[in-house]
């Protein structure tokens, strides 16, 4: 299958659970296909460096299960700059590198079309991050994870706002994207949710609040840490200063939604995205991205999954309110 004879593999990015399936994907896929992977270690800092290792089938047993990622990531400065990237060029052409899996998001896969501009090797990215919002795909490893893991906070903070009639501002993460605020929020039950992509009403915020004291003691509102209103302590601050009748409390939730062991969907989706990268990079593909939209495993151009951010539902943020009244 293919000419490709030895692939490099790289996490990049914030690490997010189902990475090491997919490396484990990668690499007994490419085995069964008598291909050499090398792991790249801390994403593209590690090129430059020349830290690469052969990966083995055993390298990567027992990993299936666990969060993070074991060849590590960076974000890396030094990539961005010509020289860095010439560097990373010249050390996988050395190393006889002819294919390239990137696991990451959106910077991750820019470096890659980057590089694949400059040096010609083929490459095939996995959407890895728990912000879920790269276009092209409806879930990126790690999502459903973090969802989770914010849900199970949500949760618990629930049983504490009951008991004492408290509000809380609880922010979960998403610089630029409000999905893991969302999908825990309406999955929670929560009165509301403020995210990045939709502009905050404080005031229209304090009068939701108000008519919520009416007939519910407790509330909750899910904080995106990106809203262009601040995060949640910010959130709060400005609340509280223009009166309301809650006892208010701010849990931050900040970088627990990182970790923890991946749910069975993000495992599923690492092995299957794992794969489906090799067997693309080894049937000829090179500049594309798996994905799953409409129910259907895909590739699409990794130029067109970084050409834009994916903003979440509307609908959703609709039926929540339809739901908090
Ligand atoms: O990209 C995923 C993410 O977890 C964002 O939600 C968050 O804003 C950011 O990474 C935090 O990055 P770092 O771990 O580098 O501080």
Redesign the pocket.
Known sequence: MGNIKRIGLLTS??D?PGMNAGIRAVVRTAIYHEKEVYGIMRGFDGMIANEMIPLTSHFVSNIIHRGGTVLKTA?SEAFRTAEGMKQAAAHLRKMGIDGLVTIG?DGTFRGAVALNTLCGIPVVGVPG???NDLSGTEYTLGFDT?VNTALQAIDKIKDTAASHDRLFFVEV?????GF?ALWSGVAGGVEEVLLPETETDIDRLIELLAQRKKHRKSAIVVVA??DEAGGALKIAEKINSKGHAFDTRVTILG?L??GGDPTAFDRILGTRFGAMAVEALLGGESGKMTAIAENRYQLVPLADAVATSRSPDTDLVRYLRMMST
């Open positions: 990015g914030g997010a974000r998001g991050t728990i912000d973090a993460m998403g610089r630029d994207s893991i840490e990106g970088h939604q990182r």
